[in-house]
């Protein structure tokens, strides 16, 4: 009889079986006619195509540790799951994209999709960080917003508990204005086309807005703010907090200035 604890010890061993069709964690269905690999945490799932179950049992505890923190921010339950294609080219197919240059994960569905070369390049913060932000876009939607609030909101949860300094989590914006170059406005959404130059500044910059906006307001303010914003004129959005876009960019432009120059990091 296959059982749970059969297929858990497949899946470590490496594949489920073929006789275990019926019992593959129904969100595998669809995803692969075979090879299907899978490890639960405590609160994810981690699926795997022909994945070692080292990683996938890796994948699950890191999944579970963005799950806390993106169901702290949003203040709703987040079940994460994650896929792990075998290939760059499958987690394009997945994704339903032409190409995955660049990126290491990338939410789709309802999922997060692993690109393996590109994620496993990572260092283990970086992981983190890129699964808390992408499980971000999965939970909390990206429609209709302007793309700096989805992708600084995306990173402000991604980098929550990262330790790691805004010095380095920014140091291509920090080099900029360390050499003159002053933020002028928030990005626009035409910034954030795939090869810009300045793509991991605008980035940055998106992050240091919300990151503003938490610290001024409350991690609260920010998330209410990034949930009235679906479909809505980005003014109107900001109404509520007495804010008006012009004055957004004034405090943010300070706050760039002040946050990357304060201390002296050479
Ligand atoms: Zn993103």
Redesign the pocket.
Known sequence: MVTRRTLLAAALAGTVPASAGPLVPPEARGLWESGVTFAYGTRSLALGHHAPAALLRDLAARADAAGRTVTAVLRRAVRPVVVVPATTAEAAALAGTGSVEGLAALASEGRVIVVPGAFARLTPVGRDVVLA??LT?VAAGTYGRPVWL??GF?DYVGYLGSGLDVHVAAAELAAEVRSGRAATRLPADGDFAPGSPRLAQVYQESWLACRLIATRYGERALAALYDRAAGRDLAQALRPLGLSVTALTGLWREYVRDELTARGHG
């Open positions: 932000h992408e876009h989805r992708e995306a």
